[in-house]
Structures are given as C-alpha cells and as structure tokens.
C-alpha cells in the first residue's frame, strides 16, 4: 500500500498526521471511535470496531494519544457483521456502529451514560435503569440532508452526484441510492431530485471554481401524517420546475443568510406525536426519530411524576411537543425557547391541539429565566432539554434560583450532563434516576433522562396537594 509505514514495526515516537498505521481495535471510546494501542500510544481510529485490524492514517499526533481514520479494514473483528448500509462500496458514513450487534450496540450506550456520570460526574447513588431500545434499528431518520457534487469522473454518477461525502474527501460526493436509515418513500424524494437535475441538466455548485447551482437537499418526513417535504438549498432561484409530486423550498445564496426564496410545496411539516398534532418550520429543530421521540418524552413524563397541578416549565422547548404532552397533566405550561420560529409553531401547535394551559416564550435560557420566573412564579417541575454542550454554568444557576421540586434533564450527552448534574447536587438536589432511549441505531449517539429532586422535597402524590 502506498505511503504505509512498515505495518509490523510499531512507532517508536508519537506518529505524525498522514501517517498509517496498522492497529488492532481493542475497545470503544467514548463518541463512538475505536480505540487501539501503538508503542504504548493510545490512538482513537474512526471506523475500526473491536477485534478489527485496520490499517489506520493519523489525522492528529499529539505526545500522550493520536487520533487517526480507518483506510482499510485488513482482518474484520470476529463478532463484526456485514455492513448493510454501503454506498458506493464504501460504508455509510451516518451508520459507523453498523457492524456491531445491536445488544452491542445498547451494552455500550448503557455503559457509557453510566461511565460519565460516575466519573466526569463523581455521583453516585443513582437508579440506572435499563435503556430503552429503538422500534426500528433501521429506516428511523424522518430528516436526512444530502449534498450535491460532481461526482467521480468515468462514473455513472459523473455529472450530478447527490449523496454524502466520500470518506475523508471535502470535495467528492458518493450518490446514495438506498439509504437504510430513510424511509423508502425518502430514498425516492431524493432520487427523484437527482434525476430531476439531471435531465434538466442544473449543475452541483463546485467551491474551488464558484460555478454550478445546485448545494443541498434536505428531505424531512412526516412519519405518521406520510409527507415529505424537500428542501434545496442552491445559489440561484431560477430554476427548472421540480418535479410536480415534491414539496421544494427554494433558498437563494449568500453565505444561506438569504432564506427562503420561492416556496413551490408546503411549507411547514406536519407530524403526530403522543396523540397531539404538530407542525414545525424548516428552521425549528424536532426530534430525528419520531417513534422514539415518543418513548423518550413517555419517560419524561414519568420523571415529571405529574399529578395535573403542578408548573411546568419546558427549558429549549422547540415546538413544544415536550411541553405540550405534558400540559395534559400539569396544572400550566410554560415554554421557552431562542428560535423565534419555533415559538410561533409551539403557538400554532397549542391552537391546533386545544392547549389552553401552555404558553411560550421566545428568549435565550441564559437571559429569559429570571424574566419568566417573574412572569410566571415558582415552577413545581422544570425540563431542560439543551443542546449538546449542555447547560452553561449561568444557565444552572438560574435554573437553582427557580427552586423546582423537580428536575428532568433530557440529555443527548452524558459528558455535559454530568457536571451539570453535579452542579445541581452541589446546590442541594439528588440524582434520583437514570434512563439512557436509544434514538439513533447504527451510530453512539445517546440520548438519555434523567431525574434531579430537591433533598426534602415531597413526593409527587403529595405535591398536589
Ligand atoms: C435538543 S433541542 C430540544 C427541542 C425540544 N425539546 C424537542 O424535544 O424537540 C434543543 C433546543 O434548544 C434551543 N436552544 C439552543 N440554545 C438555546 C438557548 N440558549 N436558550 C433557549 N433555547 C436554546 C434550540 O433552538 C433547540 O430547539
């Protein structure tokens, strides 16, 4: 293989980026990389699964580790299982778990919630509880963003390729015919726009030269009402009509700042959710994986332990589906949330719905809170359901300053939660329970709740009273 070091001599220094090295994965870190050992380095390997030899480029040396990207996959681990989702002979790049046995797959996610809590946390004295598994291991995604490119010169998809980024290439795109984690109603959204721009000839946008039209597709789903809505993101606004039975927003360019240009289908999409009703514009954020946004909200409203009194409030509330199936059986909702948009559709969801008890709040959690507890007085029960970075220190305080009995921290990472979570013990709750829903098979995404109680704060049958 051209440019491999020697593969069985290991490196007597940290290796340097663009070197290969041939490694036996041993375990998984976590983020989902396997993790191996060079000259007693640790070197976390994008693509390598326990008990595969791979032939490994370094993408960073640093002294004590090195980060690297399977090249090659040289001896399969032996409880590795054929890659399903393959795209041009490549494995997907949104399913990197693949190989592993989905129990593997609910082992690891298990172990890791309860890793980080126990050690970046130091807490202890917690109920983990059993993940929730997926309904479905495969075809869940109900948005998955494709882009668009030249593809590979002499090849089929020479011309318009729409699919993913070919592995560790900026700049060459790998059609996708199949995608195992969409719908097959999404897969036919998509082929239908490549073919579209094909017989119509519209161009993939090419950076290097600034030519070409065409950028990203977004397909969304609703799963439960059957709508696709299409999404094309482009550096003009004239184009070719799309094809008639396809839902297409049109953005204009310059840096994506223009927003929609031209709205040729519908524009916002519907979707049902814990028998409520719900729509959301393109720019609010809602859950990839509809069934088990269902089971993950179910468990949050167990935590909630809500007896049909209680304030809620509903912290980085989106559309306000969390909110909203609970209004059911609180005494009053209060939701809050930075993308104006968002706020308008969780309006637009409590009418539709019949909400009368909830109200939203367009604001930043960091300078909205003490305005809200002013507003709305104490909460009973707060939900937090922040982005990935978790809560800023601030943000914990002011959610201190609110006093609620109870805390249920939505969590899509344990690392962030954890401190957060140690912060709220410092100032008196407990880490009462812990429920990591797997809502992304195939990949070390994890999602978990998780429950936080005031230290001598009544139990939920007795707060109605
Ligand atoms: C993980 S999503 C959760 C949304 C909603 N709870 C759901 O289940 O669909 C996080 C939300 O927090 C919002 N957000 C991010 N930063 C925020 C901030 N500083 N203050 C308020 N909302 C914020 C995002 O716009 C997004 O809607």
């Not at 190989?99 to 797959?105: I, N, P, S, V």
């Not at 090849?155 to 199949?178: K, N, P, Q």
């Not at 482009?234 to 994506?256: F, M, N, Q």
């Not at 729509?279 to 935590?303: D, K, P």
Request: net charge neutral; aromatic share 6%; with cysteine.
């Amino acid at each position: 293989m051209e440019n491999a070091t020697s593969t069985d001599v290991p490196p007597k220094r940290a290796p340097r980026k663009g070197e290969r090295l041939e490694v036996e994965i041993d375990s998984l870190a976590f983020g989902g990389r396997g993790v191996a050992r060079a000259d007693g380095l640790v070197v976390f390997v994008a693509g390598g699964l326990p008990g595969d030899r791979v032939l490994a480029e370094v993408t960073k040396g640093k002294k004590r580790f090195a980060e690297a990207r399977t090249v090659e996959l040289l001896r399969a681990g032996a409880d590795r299982l054929p890659d399903r989702c393959v795209h041009g002979g490549e494995p997907c790049p949104g399913a990197p778990w693949q190989g592993l046995a989905y129990e593997r797959q609910l082992a690891e996610k298990q172990a890791q919630v309860e890793d980080s809590l126990r050690r970046i946390g130091g807490l202890d004295g917690f109920e983990m509880e059993p993940i929730v598994p997926a309904v479905e291991e495969w075809r869940y995604r109900n948005k998955l963003e494709y882009s668009f490119g030249a593809g590979a010169a002499g090849t089929a998809d020479e011309g318009v390729a729409l699919g993913f980024h070919a592995r560790g290439r900026w700049d060459l795109i790998v059609d996708v015919d199949d995608c195992k984690l969409a719908s097959e109603p999404g897969n036919a959204a998509r082929n239908g726009v490549r073919e579209w721009a094909r017989l119509e000839d519209v161009g993939a946008y090419d950076a290097r030269a600034r030519r070409g039209t065409l950028r990203n597709l977004v397909v969304r789903e609703g799963r439960r009402t059957g709508q696709i809505q299409t999404r094309l993101v482009t550096t003009a606004a004239r184009l070719p009509r799309p094809p008639v039975d396809l839902h297409t927003t049109i953005e204009g360019d310059s840096g994506g700042t223009d927003g929609p240009t031209g709205a040729l289908g519908e524009e916002r999409l519907h979707e049902e959710l814990c028998g409520l009703k719900f729509e959301m514009s393109h720019g609010a954020f809602f859950q990839t994986n509809t069934e088990m946004a269902e089971r993950l909200y179910g468990v949050a409203t167990e935590f909630a332990g809500l007896s049909g009194r209680e304030r809620v409030f509903d912290l980085f509330c989106g559309i306000g589906t969390i909110g909203l199936t609970m209004a059911r059986s609180a005494g009053e909702v209060w939701g809050l949330e930075i993308v104006p948009e968002a706020i308008a559709d969780a309006e637009r969801n409590a009418r539709r719905n019949k909400v009368e008890n909830a109200k939203f709040l367009a604001a930043n959690a960091r300078t909205g809170m003490r305005p809200l507890l002013e507003q709305a007085g104490k909460p009973d029960v707060v939900v937090v359901d922040p982005p990935r970075a978790g809560l800023s220190q601030k943000i914990v305080r002011r959610l201190i300053e609110c006093e609620a009995q109870r805390i249920v921290y939505v969590s899509c990472n344990p690392t962030t939660l954890a401190p957060n979570a140690k912060q709220l013990e410092e100032a008196g709750y407990r880490l009462r329970r812990v429920r990591p829903v797997d809502m992304f098979p195939q990949t070390p995404h994890i999602e978990c709740v998780a429950l936080l109680e005031k230290v001598g704060a009544s139990a939920p049958e007795e707060s109605a009273a």
